[in-house]
């Protein structure tokens, strides 16, 4: 996913511009430490104290240059007008944050206005289109059945949350002033790879055939995971 968001921004923005990031439901703070080492500077926000605190200790770690380029914020993602002017960031991320709101539109529509003209929303949602893959494949069959006619599902954690199409997302993206301009697929061979699984020693070779995938029909249409992203008008 990573290299996907580095296509867009390079196809967006001309090399070597200092963006203005701001990474809604930051978590442990991976990706928003990964782009202030690229040299951009990063606003993060997360409601959760402890992956908070994960995120601070991380970034204590850095050299002064990174540490001056990222802001860390405590609050919610519906809080984004409270803290920031519309249009004050190039790029605004919401990863793996959809999933736990139960109606999406209101925070979509907020992270929208924090796009400056041309700028990229980034979305990484779990695949409402793709719900019966992971069950069907571990031979769960009433759930799999079950997940056909449903966008809620409970994820690895054990809490029940929900899924976005693809086709409604588009519609919400058109709709708030943020076209979708490309996807794709995100853990299509993967998903059942259990969380502390070993890295294969052929990783390199796995992580290029998902790729591949990702941008490839069919395979993406059943990721378990998409990364949508939209631009601003």
Known sequence: MARQLDEQIAGRF?????????DVGMGQG??????????HKVTGVEQDATMLAVAREALAGEPEGIRSRVRLVEGDGHETGVHFLPGSFDVVLCHGVLMYVE????????????VAPGGLLSLLVRNGDALAM????????????????TTTYQNRLGL???????DTLTSALAGIGAPLHAWYGVRVFT??????APVPEDVDTLLAAEERAGRT?????????????????
Not at 134 to 149: Q, V, Y
Not at 191 to 196: G, S
Request: aromatic share 4%; charged share 25%; glycine share 10%.
């Open 103 to 114: 109606d999406p539109d209101a925070l979509l529509a907020g992270l929208a206005r924090m």
């Open 160 to 166: 029940d949350v929900r899924a976005d199409r693809l």
């Open 30 to 39: 991976t990706q928003a430490l990964r782009l202030a080492r690229a040299g």
């Open 191 to 196: 998903d059942l790879a259990a969380d502390d």
């Open 134 to 149: 992971r069950p069907g494949l571990a031979g769960d069959w009433a759930a799999t059945l079950a997940s056909f006619d």
């Open 217 to 233: 029909d069919p395979y993406r249409g059943v990721a378990a995971l998409l990364h949508l992203c939209g631009v601003r008008g």
């Open 14 to 22: 001309p090399v070597g511009q200092r963006l203005r990031v701001l």
